[in-house]
């Protein structure tokens, strides 16, 4: 617990998702709340499909700040929320909710925002060129939009175009369109990108990269949204040729500052040591 004591006065957030035992947000959250002093708690929420607007309830009645949203409940919470942020609007999907006092659910979306930081606290500037995504689920979206909302020219690719497509029509925007390749034309298209990112699955398991690097330009930025591995396949692949790179992790630790901001009343930092804290299964000690 982040300060060994919980009162009545201890303020009190949470992750619900299904599963959520694997979460590092708990961790996450904890080490702030004990690193800042703060009496607050934060606990894994295990809410199974479809009992979402029952657990929400019950945690607002139960005098919880708020909650972070994950797999599979983001686009539920998104439906349940009163008051959405633009960007969990972009996003169609809320990953952080907060309870205010007359009893309405205030829906955000930061994983658009903490990729955002991650490059920038990494020392990349996110509208330096051109990107190309892989993927079209969730994490694509969330990206792609904080990109295009940062005049970002956005390209997309995945293994099933239509999914794409419909991602691509989503994010409508007349000045600055989301243009979608042929998932067989992505390595061809990486040599006038300025930064790559990878949101599909492949680099976790042996199903190989999900690109070549053959043909990026030395300037290209490669960042993954996988953290664990924290160097992916892709990544380690990238640095041995000297390309810039900017793990998945960061994304994880940047998006959660926004809920933290807001339930307990500190931006908290985002520094190495915590990074090294978040990825480590290491107890905290007393
Ligand atoms: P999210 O978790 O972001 O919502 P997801 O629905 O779990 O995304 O999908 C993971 C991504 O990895 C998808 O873009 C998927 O491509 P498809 O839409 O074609 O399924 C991609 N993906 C998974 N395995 C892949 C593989 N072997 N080759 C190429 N892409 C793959």
Redesign the pocket.
Known sequence: MSNGSITGRTRLAGVVGWPVAHSRSPRLHNEWLRRYGIDGAYLPLPVAPGQLETALRGLQASGFAGVNVT?PHKQDAFALSDVLSPAARRCGAVNTLMFTPDGRLHGDNSDGQGFLDSLRAAGVDPAAGSALL????????AIAASLQAEGVAVYLA???RE?ADALAALLQDAHNPVRVLD?AARDRALGDQALLVN????GMGD?GL?CSLDGAAPTLVVSD?VYAPRVTPLLAEARARGLATVEGLGMLLHQARVGFAAWFGVDPTVDDSLFDFVSSDRVPGP
């Open positions: 797999i892989l993927g079209a689920g969730g994490a694509a979206r995945n293994r099933t999914r998932w949101t599909t699955s492949l199903a999900p949204i």
